[in-house]
């Protein structure tokens, strides 16, 4: 029983961390998205270059989280468990994800600095609109890839790859 435990704590260990603090990071990055389109609709000029930044930094690092440091986890876990078609479903999905990651990267070269800030601060509204619906598909891609991909595999889980939506596999 130790040994199980010691195996368990090497395979899961941290994985749950990882996800927690993951999503930890995209609810702070869609409050900083909140308080960003606040400020658009009072008042579009006033809008600072440093609340831009706060909620592209805060974007880029939830993106970079996944990509860097979530998804391989997952994928390894994937490997771990010889589960083939988690690493098919895996793969269409990141190919499906790597869209609003360009996107992310447009905005973020947009408004990099000063003068591209007060140049394309009347689009701004309109950016937000775009990365909202587009961050809207991705968490639900996100959601899928964790669901299928760790929570299947998570000891006790009762989680069935039934139960992931038809629509995002």
């Known amino acids: 029983m130790l040994e199980d435990t010691k195996t368990a704590l090497e395979r899961w260990g941290g994985v749950h961390t990882l996800i927690d603090r993951w999503l930890q990071q995209r609810y702070d990055m869609l409050v900083t998205l909140m308080e960003l389109r606040e400020a658009c609709d009072a008042e579009l000029e006033s809008v600072s270059k440093a609340r831009i930044d706060a909620f ?3 974007l880029m690092d939830y993106i970079s989280g996944g990509h860097f440091e979530v998804y391989p986890k997952l994928r390894d876990e994937a490997v771990a468990f010889d589960d083939r078609d988690a690493l098919a479903l895996a793969d ?4 499906r994800l790597e869209m609003s990651t360009q996107m992310v990267l447009e905005f973020d070269n947009d408004y990099s600095t000063p003068t591209r ?17 587009a961050l809207t598909e991705r968490f639900a891609l996100e959601d899928h890839l ?9 000891p006790s889980s009762g989680v069935e790859d039934s139960s992931t939506p038809r629509a995002l596999s």
């Open 56 to 58: 592209s930094e805060a």
């Open 92 to 95: 269409r999905l990141l190919g």
């Open 146 to 154: 964790i669901a299928r991909l760790h929570a299947v595999h998570a």
């Open 117 to 133: 800030c007060q140049h394309y601060v009347t689009r701004l509204p309109a950016w937000l609109e775009r990365l909202s619906k």
